[in-house]
């Protein structure tokens, strides 16, 4: 397709695609808050919000009430008369948008689980109750719920530069996660005890900004968040038997902790390798809860908070520093039944996303990074990540002799996922992207990143998503929207938000800019906007000004469109000189002519008598006459010819170089860089790479002259695969006969007819 959106669909008179046209016109205007360079401006803002908190787990009804004190703010040039609040808790209400917008399943083939999980999203009581929203003073504020959000109306407008406190006092039923799809809730382990990942738990103030006033757009279980940076004070509340781990940094340990964990901790705040905790051994011998216990947790300059609590939890940890970093305690948590897995694999998966990522972007600055095990099989939230990865017993096992190992799936799967969670602390948690809008702003370049931190993880590791061959079938498929799609809009979310953009961003890096031009731009783009809120043309305008690259073209291609590559070599022409003279021009006729195949007429006329062989008085002289013969005109002629040149154009026709025309046609109307592999007569090969500027006048095909020493044979575009082309058959010029396999399969048994007695 090459005309895919409105406001890109145009093309010169003779319908000729534009593919290289700025995209000044779509992107906002540049202003003192948002710069033309992308970066932050002089007049920049963002909103602040403060959460005092606490939150109590009642573990055999699973239910979570909780108190907070908000303190708002209002750091815009605008005076609010009201605030947005986010209450996430009541996605899962039969009559949530999120439920009534949703299209019907295959109901006709479900498994037990999946019906299960229908049934009781019909019936599930997710309704967040709302006891008290008062002022500072304790006079109630006005409220104006709509689905998973709730105007909040002020007892006064608040003006630039003021802040404003409120109390909300709430409380729900938690989830159980294993039912229903969800991105918190509660687990039943096999022993009867309960492990709780909460998350989205507590009504939040919703971001107001300056490209879009109040993002408060329903919560619809897809599009996650856009939240405010803040700091926290969580006091959580639980069974004494349990331990939790959270957001920030444990103020109250000596309360909390056994001596012994204290003692361990000492000892892993200088190991070289993750120190175990609380075993798993320890962790499933926890007797019964007599009371409860509080452990006080807090947090600076976060976007959101989460906690996972049980009885059950195994827990190591290793105190870890990236370079040009400080300190970080890089720990996990997990039940009896990960062990075999998570011991050995999960904190090491969180240190080395720490190394990474704090290379490719920042130092990661916050003083704990944290991997849980549970029934949410992947979130993520500042400083804490839920992954569901444990060991199974299906396919293959791996491992030393005498060591019995978790499946490599399950291990590559849960080394991928941390990596991915973790990774995510960086973008959205740190460069505050809108989630909610943008998906591919923190799924996609956290997807980039995770593919280049999979790179070092070991040799061969199968890395997940980057690599351009891997998305080929999908980019040419029609069920495509542009990656610059709204979440809840966007179709195959999977590899819309995650694959495209991180597979885009790694052909940028490897085939446009080069490793260290993208690495720049991206770690500047990182540095910018850490702890502030970007947005698209933000991201693009910052990447163009470091790496020094007008990317428009890029951009326009990969993000606004749903174009995709198919480049074909449709011709090779060798060309050489005409030397004009006569000798030289009539032996290669010759040798020309001798090449030509003999006719089958002709092969069997062998042998036939001739009547000039009787009568050879019938021969003369046109009967041995070779037209390719030169004659004394044609040597006089050129004499003539070189007389009338210069010296150095006499030169010109003494050249012998080959001049080779390639043809090339663009059919899917994505715009590339072309590496071609030449084939020369000898069968000496030599690489050419082309750059994208070769489809400028005209994006649909393009024609290339190469000066060689010898005749090329053929030409293939993209050997190494570089680019996601869709079909491969007609990248070679002359084309190649292809290979299929035959399978044979079993001969049908055929049963004997039935005997009667």
Same mark, same amino acid.
């Given at each position: 397709?090459?005309?895919?959106?409105?406001?890109?669909?145009?093309?010169?008179?003779?319908?000729?695609?534009?593919?290289?046209?700025?995209?000044?016109?779509?992107?906002?205007?540049?202003?003192?808050?948002?710069?033309?360079?992308?970066?932050?401006?002089?007049?920049?803002?963002?909103?602040?919000?403060?959460?005092?908190?606490?939150?109590?787990?009642?573990?055999?009804?699973? *239910?979570?009430?909780?108190?907070?004190?908000?303190?708002?703010?209002?750091?815009?040039?605008?005076?609010?008369?009201?605030?947005?609040?986010?209450?996430?808790?009541?996605?899962?209400?039969?009559?949530?948008?999120?439920?009534?917008?949703?299209?019907?399943?295959?109901?006709?083939?479900?498994?037990?689980?999946?019906?299960?999980?229908?049934?009781?999203?019909?019936?599930?009581?997710?309704?967040?109750?709302?006891?008290?929203?008062?002022?500072?003073?304790?006079?109630?504020?006005?409220?104006?719920?709509?689905?998973? /959000?709730?105007?909040?109306?002020?007892?006064?407008?608040?003006?630039?530069?003021?802040?404003? %406190?409120?109390?909300?006092?709430?409380?729900?039923?938690?989830?159980?996660?294993?039912?229903?799809?969800?991105?918190?809730?509660?687990? /039943?382990?096999?022993?009867?005890?309960?492990?709780?990942?909460?998350?989205?738990?507590?009504?939040?103030?919703?971001?107001?900004?300056?490209?879009?006033?109040?993002?408060?757009?329903?919560?619809?279980?897809?599009?996650?968040?856009?939240?405010?940076?803040?700091?926290?004070?969580?006091?959580? /509340?639980?069974?004494?038997?349990?331990?939790?781990?959270?957001?920030?940094?444990?103020?109250?340990?000596?309360?909390?902790?056994?001596?012994?964990?204290?003692?361990?901790?000492?000892?892993?705040?200088?190991?070289?390798?993750?120190?175990?905790?609380?075993?798993?051994?320890?962790?499933?011998?926890?007797?019964?809860?007599?009371?409860?216990?509080?452990?006080?947790?807090?947090?600076?300059?976060?976007?959101?908070?989460?906690?996972?609590?049980?009885?059950?939890?195994?827990?190591?940890?290793?105190?870890? *520093?990236?370079?040009?970093?400080?300190? !970080?305690?890089?720990?996990?948590?997990?039940?009896?039944?990960?062990?075999?897995?998570?011991?050995?694999?999960?904190?090491?998966?969180?240190?080395?996303?720490?190394?990474?990522?704090?290379?490719?972007?920042?130092?990661?600055?916050?003083?704990?990074?944290?991997? !849980?095990?549970?029934?949410?099989?992947?979130?993520?939230?500042?400083?804490?990540?839920?992954?569901?990865?444990?060991?199974?017993?299906?396919?293959?096992?791996?491992?030393?002799?005498?060591?019995?190992?978790?499946?490599?799936?399950?291990?590559?799967?849960?080394?991928?996922?941390?990596?991915?969670?973790?990774?995510?602390?960086?973008?959205?948690?740190?460069?505050?992207?809108?989630?909610?809008?943008?998906?591919?702003?923190?799924?996609?370049?956290?997807?980039?990143?995770?593919?280049?931190?999979?790179?070092?993880?070991?040799?061969?590791?199968?890395?997940?998503?980057?690599?351009?061959?891997?998305?080929?079938?999908?980019?040419?498929?029609?069920?495509?929207?542009? !990656?610059?799609?709204?979440?809840?809009?966007?179709?195959?979310?999977?590899?819309?938000?995650?694959?495209?953009?991180? !597979?885009?961003?790694?052909?940028?890096?490897?085939?446009?800019?080069?490793?260290?031009?993208?690495?720049?731009?991206?770690?500047?783009?990182?540095?910018?906007?850490?702890?502030?809120?970007?947005?698209?043309?933000?991201?693009?305008?910052?990447?163009?000004?470091?790496?020094?690259?007008?990317?428009?073209?890029?951009?326009?291609?990969?993000?606004?469109?749903?174009?995709?590559?198919?480049?074909?070599? /449709?011709?090779?022409?060798?060309?050489?000189?005409?030397?004009?003279?006569?000798?030289?021009?009539?032996?290669?006729?010759?040798?020309?002519?001798?090449?030509?195949?003999?006719?089958?007429?002709?092969?069997?006329?062998?042998?036939?008598?001739?009547?000039?062989?009787?009568?050879?008085?019938?021969?003369?002289?046109?009967?041995?006459?070779?037209?390719?013969?030169?004659?004394?005109?044609?040597?006089?002629?050129?004499?003539?010819?070189?007389?009338?040149?210069?010296?150095?154009?006499?030169?010109?026709?003494?050249?012998?170089?080959?001049?080779?025309?390639?043809?090339?046609?663009?059919?899917?109307?994505? %715009?590339?860089?072309?590496?071609?592999?030449?084939?020369?007569?000898?069968?000496?090969?030599?690489?050419?790479?082309?750059?994208?500027?070769?489809?400028?006048?005209?994006?649909?095909?393009?024609?290339?002259?190469?000066?060689?020493?010898?005749?090329?044979?053929?030409?293939?575009?993209?050997?190494?695969?570089?680019?996601?082309?869709?079909?491969?058959?007609?990248?070679?010029?002359?084309?190649?006969?292809?290979?299929?396999?035959?399978?044979?399969?079993?001969?049908?048994?055929?049963?004997?007819?039935?005997?009667?007695?």
């Amino acid at each position: 397709m090459w005309l895919t959106l409105g406001m890109m669909a145009w093309a010169g008179g003779d319908g000729r695609p534009d593919a290289f046209r700025q995209l000044d016109e779509v992107w906002p205007t540049p202003n003192n808050v948002r710069t033309v360079t992308g970066r932050p401006g002089s007049a920049y803002w963002q909103q602040r919000v403060d959460y005092d908190m606490q939150v109590t787990i009642d573990e055999p009804t699973a *239910t979570l009430t909780g108190s907070e004190t908000i303190t708002y703010h209002n750091n815009s040039p605008d005076t609010l008369d009201y605030l947005w609040v986010h209450l996430e808790p009541d996605l899962l209400k039969p009559t949530a948008q999120g439920a009534l917008m949703a299209a019907a399943p295959d109901i006709e083939d479900m498994s037990y689980k999946g019906f299960a999980n229908l049934l009781g999203r019909t019936t599930f009581d997710a309704n967040l109750e709302l006891s008290r929203v008062e002022d500072a003073e304790g006079n109630p504020l006005a409220t104006h719920p709509i689905d998973t /959000t709730m105007r909040v109306d002020l007892a006064s407008p608040l003006a630039p530069g003021e802040h404003v %406190v409120f109390d909300i006092d709430w409380s729900y039923q938690i989830v159980d996660a294993t039912l229903h799809r969800a991105r918190s809730g509660y687990e /039943t382990l096999d022993d009867g005890r309960r492990l709780f990942e909460l998350a989205q738990f507590y009504p939040r103030v919703a971001a107001y900004t300056d490209a879009g006033g109040w993002h408060h757009d329903p919560f619809t279980g897809r599009g996650e968040f856009t939240t405010e940076f803040g700091d926290y004070t969580m006091a959580i /509340t639980v069974p004494d038997n349990h331990v939790v781990a959270a957001t920030g940094e444990l103020v109250n340990p000596e309360r909390i902790l056994e001596p012994r964990w204290i003692k361990r901790l000492e000892q892993a705040d200088s190991a070289r390798e993750p120190v175990t905790i609380i075993s798993a051994a320890e962790a499933g011998k926890r007797g019964p809860s007599k009371g409860t216990k509080t452990w006080t947790y807090k947090a600076e300059n976060v976007r959101d908070v989460a906690f996972a609590s049980s009885s059950r939890f195994a827990w190591d940890a290793m105190r870890y *520093t990236p370079e040009g970093g400080e300190p !970080v305690w890089a720990m996990s948590y997990w039940p009896p039944a990960g062990d075999a897995l998570w011991a050995r694999y999960s904190t090491w998966a969180v240190v080395h996303t720490l190394d990474v990522y704090s290379d490719f972007a920042f130092p990661y600055p916050y003083p704990v990074a944290i991997s !849980v095990n549970g029934p949410v099989g992947g979130m993520e939230y500042p400083m804490i990540c839920f992954n569901g990865p444990r060991p199974t017993d299906e396919g293959d096992w791996y491992g030393v002799p005498g060591e019995k190992m978790p499946w490599k799936h399950s291990k590559n799967g849960l080394i991928s996922v941390i990596i991915h969670e973790v990774g995510h602390n960086w973008y959205p948690m740190i460069v505050n992207s809108d989630e909610r809008h943008w998906t591919w702003m923190d799924e996609g370049l956290n997807s980039y990143v995770q593919f280049l931190a999979e790179a070092t993880w070991e040799p061969d590791y199968p890395r997940r998503r980057g690599e351009p061959r891997a998305l080929a079938e999908y980019m040419a498929s029609p069920n495509r929207v542009p !990656v610059m799609t709204q979440s809840d809009s966007l179709l195959q979310f999977g590899n819309n938000a995650y694959a495209t953009p991180a !597979v885009a961003l790694n052909y940028l890096r490897e085939s446009i800019l080069g490793r260290e031009r993208m690495d720049d731009a991206f770690r500047a783009y990182s540095k910018a906007w850490a702890f502030k809120r970007p947005n698209p043309a933000d991201f693009f305008r910052i990447m163009e000004d470091v790496s020094g690259e007008d990317l428009d073209w890029f951009w326009r291609g990969w993000f606004y469109s749903t174009d995709h590559v198919d480049v074909e070599v /449709t011709g090779v022409t060798n060309y050489q000189i005409n030397t004009q003279n006569p000798e030289i021009e009539s032996d290669r006729k010759k040798r020309e002519r001798d090449e030509e195949p003999i006719s089958l007429s002709k092969q069997r006329d062998e042998g036939l008598r001739f009547l000039s062989d009787s009568q050879p008085e019938l021969l003369d002289y046109y009967s041995t006459y070779d037209a390719l013969d030169v004659t004394a005109a044609q040597r006089a002629e050129y004499v003539q010819l070189l007389d009338a040149l210069t010296p150095s154009e006499q030169e010109l026709l003494k050249t012998r170089k080959w001049f080779t025309v390639i043809d090339l046609v663009n059919h899917g109307g994505l %715009v590339t860089n072309v590496p071609l592999l030449l084939t020369f007569e000898d069968g000496s090969t030599e690489e050419l790479r082309l750059p994208v500027d070769l489809w400028r006048k005209d994006a649909r095909s393009a024609r290339k002259l190469v000066v060689s020493d010898q005749a090329i044979a053929s030409v293939r575009f993209d050997p190494h695969w570089e680019t996601p082309d869709s079909e491969r058959s007609n990248d070679i010029f002359p084309r190649e006969v292809p290979t299929r396999q035959i399978k044979l399969k079993p001969q049908d048994v055929v049963p004997p007819p039935m005997r009667l007695p």
